[in-house]
């Protein structure tokens, strides 16, 4: 199957909020881009920025990104995005606020993806105009700590070859990956 998703945003370069173990802003950036996909790493704070250019440079495998960019402008970030992940807090204000920001700035089509561990999808996609393209993200490691599964998380009525979409996207990141409806149903 060819991907649809060329574009990856990651807003925040640092940890995310989610379940599961802490993977970064800056993490989840390397791994989209060492895969072949045009990411944008973006956070407000230019010394998060500067920290994670540096992480990533001190990194061998990491040293050649050529795919990869930095901003301080959300805006500037998802302007071209088919999928955006962010790694504000897990907390109900701060993932509504993020959503609805993306939801005024990145094009229609875009997907949203936000790590949590108890916050329902269904709840969270109904702050924007796109419910169906949002979801929910926990990681989870396998042994010694290296992120290895990550579980979707999506509304019912979901369109299967989204879900495939996704599946094959997180995959192509070296990660296993579970699919789930989320229990509760739009508001």
């Not at 924007?128 to 990550?150: D, E, H, I, K, N």
Request: proline share 6%.
């Amino acid at each position: 199957m060819a991907f649809l998703m060329q574009h990856i945003a990651i807003i925040g370069a640092g940890q995310s909020g989610g379940a599961g173990p802490a993977i970064s802003g800056t993490q989840l950036a390397r791994r989209c881009a060492e895969a072949g996909f045009l990411t944008v790493l973006e956070d407000i704070q230019r010394s998060r920025l500067r920290h994670a250019s540096a992480e990533l440079a001190a990194s061998a495998a990491s040293s050649d990104l050529p795919n990869l960019r930095y901003s301080t402008s959300i805006e500037d970030a998802v302007r071209t995005a088919d999928l955006v992940m962010d790694t504000v807090p897990d907390e109900l204000e701060s993932k509504l606020e993020i959503l609805s920001l993306l939801d005024r700035m990145a094009p229609p089509a875009t997907l949203f993806a936000t790590p949590t561990s108890h916050l329902s999808i269904a709840d969270l996609g109904s702050c924007t105009y796109r419910p169906m393209q949002c979801f929910g993200l926990r990681f989870a490691a396998a042994g010694s700590s290296a992120l290895a599964l990550v579980e979707i998380t999506h509304v019912p009525g979901c369109a299967p070859s989204t879900l495939e979409e996704l599946r094959t996207f997180f995959q192509s990141l070296g990660l296993a990956v579970e699919v789930t409806p989320d229990l509760q149903p739009l508001p």
